[in-house]
């Protein structure tokens, strides 16, 4: 799909949280609406991470939900989505822009995968997901090929991780290939050599990536450290020099940055130019387990917003 243009003008308006926004081809540009912002409810969120369960085909060391072989599938997800889309979803002022699935396992690999990805996008939410990309590596493959077809046909953007495993390197060229989906890089800093990588990303791909998202390692998980000092000085010279700073670039700083960007870590930090609010303000966590459950973000399973049991 080359644009979500015919798709039209989308409004939200919640007054109750200060919150007015208009959607258009992928882009949400949220209006001044008396008062400061505030957080949206977890239920009417205008973004939501979804996950489809905690199997995982990789164990990269630096996973922060623990994900893989040993992870499950959550059942029966196409009905609770549909479920969700007639209840807390019902009124259209209430019902998300986009998704992103992925939040906790890999998605790709999952049986309802495609299904998931049609059932969004049939209900008027754009779908987009996350990847390590194994599953987008072999285009002699049917899960390949229907994997493709659906993400071309429905999809507004994949992500791909690109870390210390080699699926990405065949993943990104073969998503390139099909031309109108957004193809995303997530790259995690822990030190300078990973700095060093978003330097050779971006030298590689240049503007064929639609935005290149920068996360902090997070002693979580699987990791036990976090992103060293030495890394968020390196980026900041790596990123003036790539030009960052200017507008229209494809550079975005994941949520966990926050506490770094506002010199938290360390008040003699260097600062980086980006645009900033509170972290998931209007983003929510959807976990299509049982029983469903809402949380603040994918790096906070714990505190439950909102629970239903799938009665099913």
Not at 98 to 117: D, R, Y
Request: net charge negative; glycine share 8%.
């Amino acid at each position: 799909m080359e644009d979500f243009s015919n798709w039209g003008f989308k409004q939200r308006e919640i007054p109750e949280c200060n919150y007015k926004s208009v959607w258009h081809n992928l882009k949400t540009t949220r209006l001044a609406f008396g008062g400061d912002p505030m957080p949206l409810p977890a239920e009417h969120a205008e973004f939501y991470d979804v996950s489809l369960g905690t199997k995982c085909n990789c164990n990269c060391p630096f996973c922060y939900t623990n994900a893989g072989s040993g992870g499950r599938y959550y059942t029966n997800v196409v009905e609770k989505i549909k479920h969700l889309a007639q209840t807390i979803w019902s009124d259209p002022n209430h019902k998300p822009y986009q998704v992103a699935i992925g939040s906790q396992g890999e998605p790709t690999i999952h049986p309802e995968f495609t299904k998931v990805l049609q059932t969004f996008y049939e209900l008027s939410i754009v779908p987009n997901y996350t990847t390590n990309g194994l599953a987008l590596t072999n285009p002699g493959t049917r899960d390949f090929i229907s994997i493709m077809e659906m993400t071309e046909w429905c999809v507004g953007g994949v992500a791909v991780s690109v870390n210390d495993h080699t699926g990405w390197r065949k993943a990104i060229p073969n998503l390139l290939e099909y031309g109108d989906t957004k193809v995303n890089i997530h790259l995690i800093i822990s030190d300078v050599e990973s700095v060093q990588r978003l330097r050779w990303l971006y030298k590689h791909f240049g503007d064929d990536i639609h935005t290149y998202v920068i996360l902090p390692l997070m002693p979580q998980g699987r990791s036990e450290i976090g992103m060293d000092v030495e890394a968020f000085h390196e980026l900041q010279k790596v990123m003036d020099e790539l030009g960052a700073s200017e507008k229209g670039t494809r550079f975005a700083m994941g949520a966990n940055f926050y506490s770094w960007l506002q010199n938290e870590q360390d008040p003699e930090l260097p600062k980086i130019e980006c645009d900033m609010y509170e972290p998931e303000m209007y983003s929510k966590n959807l976990i299509l387990d049982d029983p469903v459950i809402i949380t603040p973000s994918s790096f906070d399973e714990k505190t439950i917003l909102w629970s239903e049991r799938w009665n099913g």
